[in-house]
């Protein structure tokens, strides 16, 4: 494991699953990451810029209150300085019918649910060198 991976990287996580929080927190801070959480998203383009600068989003696509990753993406493009933060979409969603989707919007790529904590640092460290990752997940 490369616990410097992700060393000086900035990641904000838009996550309402406590547990799904936990595991993406803890693996990324192990891979030298500082991490933010959001496990509510009300407030997140107000709460995002208090952590500015913030390298890259994670960014659930179901939230909570009937929200949608989809929404606060639209919100962020239409901040000077917010849209141009990476981010990385993340659910159980079908990745077949939604990275279609997320590559229209200008996502800068999905990971399926369940996340691997093995793949999940490298997934982050290859978006932050400009290499889209789009994750299917485990196919059955």
Request: hydrophobic residues 40%; glycine residues 8%; negative net charge.
């Amino acid at each position: 494991m490369n616990r410097e991976l992700l060393k000086n990287t900035t990641i904000y996580i838009v996550e309402d699953n406590v547990a799904n929080m936990a595991v993406f927190v803890t693996t990324l801070k192990q891979h030298g990451a500082r991490v933010f959480q959001d496990p509510w998203n009300s407030d997140t383009i107000e709460q995002l810029r208090v952590r500015l600068p913030v390298d890259i989003i994670l960014m659930d696509i179901l939230l909570r209150g009937g929200v949608t990753g989809y929404d606060i993406f639209d919100e962020l493009q239409g901040q000077p300085d917010l849209k141009g933060i990476p981010v990385v979409g993340i659910s159980t969603l079908d990745a077949e019918t939604e990275i279609p989707k997320l590559k229209a919007k200008g996502f800068a790529g999905f990971i399926a649910k369940p996340v691997s904590i093995h793949t999940l640092p490298q997934y982050i460290h290859d978006c932050l060198n400009g290499k889209p990752v789009w994750d299917r997940g485990r196919m059955y």
